[in-house]
Structures are given as structure tokens and as C-alpha cells.
């Protein structure tokens, strides 16, 4: 296995960027009154953040709780411009209402806390220092925010927890050509024994004659092809054959078991001068439902996921580094999974390639609303579409899930408007993306959905064991919320789609500290027997394709992880190992 990749976005990455974390001026804006003041132009700074952490987690070096509706960050920027060069500043996460100025001037907006956003900053910058101000409004009021787990209150409780706002994610510079690759979508297909490999370009490469681009793919350092292809316009599509044979597990399909990545190198070429170089992977692999049962690369396979609410105690949402990042997708692993749920928030790119390199199946979801408007309904198309474009590329993402238990469309089993709402998310899915199954609206109250899935806290195992003989037990029992769920809106039904539980467990065990929660076990082997009871129940049952196991770690209110919020397991690994495998 190749060395893993530190870069804020590992699937589409130059050499020449700038990390632009770090220390920046920060100040509160109770009253909304730093544009009136012309806070644009530059502000006296009040104190100092570190970037990405947000003012209300302790990392921060703030640590406020107390909600603030508008904050400023600010920056000096050094660069000395070059010709035919641009400068791209990107923000991978920035919650909610994120608007940037350089030296005064306006240079672009973007709503939306979970997808990643871009600008080109080239004619603002100047060869003496620049002064880049971004001003972020968000909302506690707002209910139709695509917000997650975050609260509306400023203290946590139950199952939601601290609220952020401000910059949450990753955020640098990149210096790039004028002639440049601009976007990269990659299709594997195994079955044709191809990758499909689309490419397009800027609008300088495009209108000039005589630009080639050079393909090479490399497994392990290896050759496997080498191409070069006329470019003519903006749009470049075309296949590359990888001729592996992996019957008995011999080739180098991607699986969870063998995460087998091809690296790829694209340069391009104007007039025999190499302009622009970017560099990508990709794994060979096929999702699909086969025979009603959830296939990977033309076989069943048996999902075993957990469910991972991404929250640390210092930095709330945001990991405290990549070597956190990837010690969670290594416990995972460690845990007995092939799968993870990253859950009510969209996935980073580091988090997404992390789970490419270690091998993790994704449940790729959305942070979700609490409340239904047609401004949500808008909200939500515009943030869903770019978190679809930027996750396709990744082999490990499994599924795309939109909504989940209602959340954002509460009235949806009575509102036609809100089932409309699930199906337009499901097809708008299906248009750009046919390789993988979409579900509507996961848990329960389902439109369509290419997999059947439930939520179900039940901890009976007579009941449990009756429950999962057949699919019309399933929906008779209605788990959903203690039977107060129906699982399909009113005009739709089960039509054989591979069943899963996609929430179930939350054995709560508070191991050393912690909130009190009850039911919950008090010792560790209890917590062992409870789980393996439940696990067991799923993995004999005649019907069921996978389940996600509730949860990953502790919060801020819930003692139902498997690890600490501090990361410490609360049971011996080599236990539970055993239990979470797939292996029936």
C-alpha cells in the first residue's frame, strides 16, 4: 500500500498550494453593523482564532458558547502575482453564510455549511501585502438550515449538540495555469474492464489549438497505461482498459478487504510546454443490487457499518488533525467493520479518501434540516449537488442518503409537497449518478428507495428474532420510533429491495465518565453480551443485507459508543472484533 496522502482535497491535487489554517483575526459582530462600518476594508481585531476550529470549541482558543449571529475573520495575504497564473482560494466547510473581500474589494458569497466552495482571487491581489476579510452569518432561529446535529440551543442535550458557526473545514490556496484542467469525473466499470475518465478544461486551454493531454495510470508504481489525447474544447471523455483478472480475489479490484487504488497523472501540454499537472486516483469496483441482494463487484456482500457522528470534545465537528481523522477509520477497521456512516453531515475529502486507503464502504449523507420550507427545499438542491459532484470520484462511497428519519420533511407522510421534495433529491441523485443506490429518506416513511432500510432501537431479542424472519413482520411491527413510524408514505411499497437496518444498538455503558444514561449496562461484559446479542439477531436473519451498529464514540449527551468520546475503548477489541465482522 502506497504512503497515504496529506492534502485538503487528495482526489484532485497540484503541488503548488498553500495551507492557510492557522492563527487569523477574529471579532464578533453582535449587532450586524461590520459592513455599515466598512469592517471590509479591514477591522481592528478584538483577538485571534485558529483556523479551522470554531470559536465555540475550545481549540479555537475563544471557547465562547454564547451565540453570536455574524462573525469576521481576517488575514494578511503575501503573494506576488505571475503571468498566466491563477490563484484559487478554496473553503472546504464554512457554517453558514460565508462572504469574502480582498484588499475591500467584493470578490464572491456561498451558503451552505457542509460543501466546499471556491474563488478565483487572481485580479484582487496586488504584489504588496493583501488584506482578505470573510464575514460569516449564521442562525439559531432558522429552522430549515441544513444544520445536522447541531442545536438550536446553546447547550447541548439529548442527541444534539453544540451549534457552530465560522470556518469548520480546511482552507488553502492553489496557484495553477491559465491552460488547466478544471474538473475530473472518473466511472470504473469492471464489467467492461474499463475506467471511464472525463475531463474538462479552462476556457484559455480550450479555445487554443495544438493542446495535448498525458494519462498515466500506475498501480503500486507500476505502468499499466500510458495515453495521450487531442484536446478540442472543454469537454474531454474517454476510456482506459484495466484488464485484471480477480476471480478468487487474485487482481486488484478495490474491496474493504484488498482497498486496491490505481494512481493516475494528468499533464497537459501547450505547444510541447507542460502547463498544468493534477493528480488523482481511482478504484476498481461495482455497487449494485443484484437478485434483490447488495452487491460489490458482482457478489453479495454483507454490510457491517457503524454509525460515526464525527464530534471530538475540543474541536466539536472538526478533527483536531488528519492523524485523528485517521486513527477514528483506523478503529473503525480495528472494530471488525467494512463500513462506516458518517453521520447528519456531509464527509470531508480527507475523511472520504481516508476510507478509500484503509478500505471503508460510505453511507454518504447530508446534514439535515428540522423544519420544511420552499427556501429549504432550494437550499438543499443547491448544497446536495455539489456534495454529489464532490464525492463521486471516491470508490468507497456506497450509498447516497439525502434525508433521513424526516428530518427536514417532518409532515412527509401527509404532505405530497414533501414526497415530492424526497423523490426530486432521489432522481436528481439518479441523473448524475447511476452507480450507486439512493435512498429517499432513510429509516422509515420511505418514497422510492433502492434499499429498504430501518431504524430499530428494539433490544428484545424474541422480538427481534420474530421481527427479521420477513419483510411484512418488518412493516407490521413499524420499529420505527417505537411503532410510530409507517415505513413507506402513502403510494409506495416494499417492491424487493435488499433489506438493511441501518440504526440499531445504542447499548449505553458509561465507562470512567460521562453523562448518565438510562437503560444502560454497568459493566464491560455486559456491554459485550448486549451487543453480541443484538449483532447475532441481524447476522442469522433469513433476510437482512447489513446493519449499522449505533455508535462509533461518546458525545457530548450519549454513552452509547463503542470508544469514548476520548477514544479509549470501553471493551476489549479482540471481543468485539468477532462480533462486527461480516462473516455470518
Given at each position: 500500500?502506497?504512503?497515504?496522502?496529506?492534502?485538503?482535497?487528495?482526489?484532485?491535487?497540484?503541488?503548488?498550494?498553500?495551507?492557510?489554517?492557522?492563527?487569523?483575526?477574529?471579532?464578533?459582530?453582535?449587532?450586524?453593523?461590520?459592513?455599515?462600518?466598512?469592517?471590509?476594508?479591514?477591522?481592528?481585531?478584538?483577538?485571534?482564532?485558529?483556523?479551522?476550529?470554531?470559536?465555540?470549541?475550545?481549540?479555537?482558543?475563544?471557547?465562547?458558547?454564547?451565540?453570536?449571529?455574524?462573525?469576521?475573520?481576517?488575514?494578511?495575504?503575501?503573494?506576488?502575482?505571475?503571468?498566466?497564473?491563477?490563484?484559487?482560494?478554496?473553503?472546504?466547510?464554512?457554517?453558514?453564510?460565508?462572504?469574502?473581500?480582498?484588499?475591500?474589494?467584493?470578490?464572491?458569497?456561498?451558503?451552505?455549511?457542509?460543501?466546499?466552495?471556491?474563488?478565483?482571487?487572481?485580479?484582487?491581489?496586488?504584489?504588496?501585502?493583501?488584506?482578505?476579510?470573510?464575514?460569516?452569518?449564521?442562525?439559531?432561529?432558522?429552522?430549515?438550515?441544513?444544520?445536522?446535529?447541531?442545536?438550536w440551543k446553546e447547550t447541548a442535550e439529548v442527541m444534539w449538540f453544540t451549534q457552530m458557526s465560522g470556518i469548520w473545514r480546511d482552507v488553502w490556496l492553489e496557484e495553477k495555469d491559465c491552460f488547466s484542467i478544471e474538473e475530473l469525473r472518473l466511472t470504473p466499470n469492471i464489467d467492461q474492464k474499463v475506467v471511464?475518465?472525463?475531463?474538462?478544461?479552462?476556457?484559455?486551454?480550450?479555445?487554443?489549438?495544438?493542446?495535448?493531454?498525458?494519462?498515466?495510470?500506475?498501480?503500486?508504481?507500476?505502468?499499466?497505461?500510458?495515453?495521450?489525447?487531442?484536446?478540442?474544447?472543454?469537454?474531454?471523455?474517454?476510456?482506459?482498459?484495466?484488464?485484471?483478472?480477480?476471480?478468487?480475489?487474485?487482481?486488484?479490484?478495490?474491496?474493504?478487504?484488498?482497498?486496491?487504488?490505481?494512481?493516475?497523472?494528468?499533464?497537459?501540454?501547450?505547444?510541447?510546454?507542460?502547463?498544468?499537472?493534477?493528480?488523482?486516483?481511482?478504484?476498481?469496483?461495482?455497487?449494485?443490487?443484484?437478485?434483490?441482494?447488495?452487491?460489490?463487484?458482482?457478489?453479495?456482500?454483507?454490510?457491517?457499518?457503524?454509525?460515526?457522528?464525527?464530534?471530538?470534545?475540543?474541536?466539536?465537528?472538526?478533527?483536531?488533525?488528519?492523524?485523528?481523522?485517521?486513527?477514528?477509520?483506523?478503529?473503525?477497521?480495528?472494530?471488525?467493520?467494512?463500513?462506516?456512516?458518517?453521520?447528519?453531515?456531509?464527509?470531508?475529502?480527507?475523511?472520504?479518501?481516508?476510507?478509500?486507503?484503509?478500505?471503508?464502504?460510505?453511507?454518504?449523507?447530508?446534514?439535515?434540516?428540522?423544519?420544511?420550507?420552499?427556501?429549504?427545499?432550494?437550499?438543499?438542491?443547491?448544497?446536495?449537488?455539489?456534495?454529489?459532484?464532490?464525492?463521486?470520484?471516491?470508490?468507497?462511497?456506497?450509498?447516497?442518503?439525502?434525508?433521513?428519519?424526516?428530518?427536514?420533511?417532518?409532515?412527509?407522510?401527509?404532505?405530497?409537497?414533501?414526497?415530492?421534495?424526497?423523490?426530486?433529491?432521489?432522481?436528481?441523485?439518479?441523473?448524475?449518478?447511476?452507480?450507486?443506490?439512493?435512498?429517499?429518506?432513510?429509516?422509515?416513511?420511505?418514497?422510492?428507495?433502492?434499499?429498504?432500510?430501518?431504524?430499530?432501537?428494539?433490544?428484545?431479542?424474541?422480538?427481534?428474532?420474530?421481527?427479521?424472519?420477513?419483510?411484512?413482520?418488518?412493516?407490521?411491527?413499524?420499529?420505527?420510533?417505537?411503532?410510530r413510524k409507517f415505513l413507506f408514505c402513502p403510494g409506495y411499497k416494499y417492491e424487493g429491495q435488499p433489506v438493511m437496518c441501518t440504526e440499531m444498538g445504542g447499548v449505553n455503558y458509561r465507562f470512567n465518565k460521562?453523562?448518565?444514561?438510562?437503560?444502560?449496562?454497568?459493566?464491560?461484559?455486559?456491554?459485550?453480551?448486549?451487543?453480541?446479542?443484538?449483532?447475532?439477531?441481524?447476522?442469522?436473519?433469513?433476510?437482512?443485507?447489513?446493519?449499522?451498529?449505533?455508535?462509533?464514540?461518546?458525545?457530548?449527551?450519549?454513552?452509547?459508543?463503542?470508544?469514548?468520546?476520548?477514544?479509549?475503548?470501553?471493551?476489549?477489541?479482540?471481543?468485539?472484533?468477532?462480533?462486527?465482522?461480516?462473516?455470518?
Amino acid at each position: 500500500m502506497a504512503e497515504r496522502i496529506n492534502h485538503p482535497n487528495p482526489q484532485f491535487r497540484r503541488t503548488n498550494w498553500t495551507n492557510l489554517n492557522g492563527i487569523w483575526d477574529f471579532r464578533f459582530d453582535e449587532n450586524k453593523e461590520g459592513v455599515a462600518q466598512n469592517w471590509q476594508k479591514g477591522f481592528k481585531s478584538t483577538q485571534t482564532i485558529e483556523v479551522p476550529f470554531v470559536y465555540q470549541s475550545q481549540r479555537s482558543g475563544i471557547h465562547q458558547k454564547a451565540f453570536c449571529p455574524v462573525v469576521w475573520y481576517q488575514r494578511p495575504l503575501h503573494k506576488t502575482k505571475l503571468a498566466n497564473t491563477k490563484t484559487i482560494i478554496h473553503f472546504e466547510a464554512v457554517d453558514y453564510q460565508a462572504t469574502l473581500w480582498i484588499n475591500g474589494a467584493y470578490v464572491g458569497n456561498h451558503s451552505g455549511g457542509n460543501s466546499r466552495f471556491s474563488f478565483d482571487i487572481t485580479s484582487f491581489l496586488t504584489d504588496e501585502e493583501n488584506i482578505l476579510v470573510l464575514r460569516v452569518e449564521d442562525s439559531l432561529e432558522d429552522m430549515t438550515i441544513p444544520r445536522g446535529k447541531q442545536y438550536w440551543k446553546e447547550t447541548a442535550e439529548v442527541m444534539w449538540f453544540t451549534q457552530m458557526s465560522g470556518i469548520w473545514r480546511d482552507v488553502w490556496l492553489e496557484e495553477k495555469d491559465c491552460f488547466s484542467i478544471e474538473e475530473l469525473r472518473l466511472t470504473p466499470n469492471i464489467d467492461q474492464k474499463v475506467v471511464e475518465i472525463e475531463l474538462y478544461f479552462s476556457d484559455e486551454a480550450a479555445m487554443l489549438e495544438g493542446v495535448i493531454l498525458n494519462t498515466d495510470v500506475t498501480l503500486n508504481e507500476q505502468m499499466i497505461a500510458k495515453e495521450t489525447h487531442c484536446v478540442k474544447g472543454r469537454h474531454l471523455k474517454f476510456c482506459i482498459g484495466i484488464d485484471d483478472f480477480n476471480d478468487h480475489g487474485l487482481g486488484s479490484w478495490w474491496t474493504p478487504e484488498n482497498p486496491n487504488l490505481y494512481d493516475l497523472k494528468f499533464e497537459l501540454v501547450c505547444d510541447d510546454d507542460s502547463r498544468d499537472t493534477v493528480y488523482s486516483y481511482f478504484g476498481m469496483r461495482k455497487i449494485s443490487i443484484e437478485q434483490n441482494k447488495f452487491c460489490l463487484n458482482n457478489r453479495p456482500y454483507f454490510f457491517s457499518s457503524v454509525l460515526d457522528q464525527g464530534y471530538f470534545p475540543d474541536t466539536i465537528l472538526t478533527p483536531p488533525s488528519f492523524e485523528a481523522l485517521e486513527a477514528d477509520v483506523q478503529w473503525i477497521k480495528k472494530l471488525g467493520f467494512n463500513g462506516v456512516r458518517k453521520h447528519m453531515m456531509s464527509s470531508e475529502n480527507k475523511f472520504l479518501y481516508l476510507c478509500d486507503y484503509y478500505g471503508l464502504l460510505v453511507w454518504s449523507e447530508m446534514a439535515a434540516a428540522y423544519d420544511y420550507s420552499e427556501e429549504y427545499a432550494y437550499r438543499m438542491v443547491d448544497e446536495w449537488k455539489t456534495v454529489l459532484k464532490q464525492g463521486y470520484n471516491h470508490p468507497c462511497i456506497a450509498a447516497w442518503v439525502p434525508l433521513n428519519e424526516s428530518w427536514g420533511v417532518p409532515n412527509i407522510y401527509h404532505s405530497t409537497k414533501q414526497q415530492a421534495h424526497a423523490q426530486s433529491l432521489y432522481y436528481l441523485t439518479k441523473s448524475v449518478d447511476d452507480t450507486r443506490p439512493v435512498i429517499s429518506n432513510d429509516g422509515w416513511e420511505h418514497c422510492q428507495s433502492d434499499l429498504f432500510t430501518v431504524h430499530d432501537y428494539t433490544s428484545d431479542e424474541k422480538i427481534l428474532t420474530q421481527r427479521y424472519k420477513a419483510v411484512e413482520t418488518i412493516i407490521s411491527d413499524m420499529p420505527g420510533l417505537d411503532g410510530r413510524k409507517f415505513l413507506f408514505c402513502p403510494g409506495y411499497k416494499y417492491e424487493g429491495q435488499p433489506v438493511m437496518c441501518t440504526e440499531m444498538g445504542g447499548v449505553n455503558y458509561r465507562f470512567n465518565k460521562g453523562p448518565k444514561v438510562e437503560p444502560s449496562v454497568s459493566n464491560e461484559q455486559e456491554f459485550i453480551d448486549a451487543i453480541k446479542m443484538l449483532i447475532k439477531v441481524y447476522k442469522e436473519s433469513p433476510i437482512i443485507e447489513g446493519f449499522c451498529y449505533t455508535q462509533l464514540t461518546d458525545t457530548e449527551t450519549e454513552i452509547c459508543g463503542l470508544l469514548t468520546w476520548d477514544r479509549e475503548p470501553k471493551a476489549s477489541v479482540d471481543e468485539l472484533y468477532p462480533i462486527f465482522n461480516q462473516s455470518k
